[in-house]
């Protein structure tokens, strides 16, 4: 069993930026491919950023240029930086991990854009 805890989300105003981190309790989080998600009120959870073990990564079209995923695998840690935030971006956002079969998820994180 893999834990997720996320932590960096908060209300900010459009046009900045937010880091999300998220901690896996797990000492082979090298090998988890690793992605954020998020789920607006009244919408279906979607991938908005995905790293695979390898260090590949790949992007929502919303959020392409805007957003950086990245991981370090010596802290068992991944990240998203999100920058130019929009009003839209406003959502839960949930750290995904995906290995062996499984597939674990954090708790959430509330991002707010709000002026």
């Known amino acids: 069993q893999v834990q997720l805890v996320e932590s960096g989300g908060g209300l900010v105003q459009p046009g900045g930026s937010l880091r999300l981190s998220c901690a896996a309790s797990?000492?082979?989080?090298?090998?988890?491919?690793m992605g954020w998600y998020r789920q607006a009120p009244g919408k279906q959870r979607e991938l908005v950023a995905a790293?695979?073990?390898?260090?590949?990564?790949n992007y929502a079209d919303s959020v392409k240029g805007r957003f950086t995923i990245s991981r370090d695998n010596a802290k068992s840690m991944v990240f998203l930086r999100m920058n130019s935030l929009k009003p839209e971006d406003t959502a839960v956002y949930y750290c995904?991990?995906?290995?062996?079969?499984?597939?674990?998820w954090g708790q959430g994180t509330q991002v707010t854009v709000s002026s």
């Open positions: 790293i695979t073990s390898g260090g590949s990564t």
């Open positions: 995904n991990a995906k290995g062996y079969g499984n597939d674990y």
């Open positions: 797990t000492w082979m989080f090298s090998i988890y491919a």
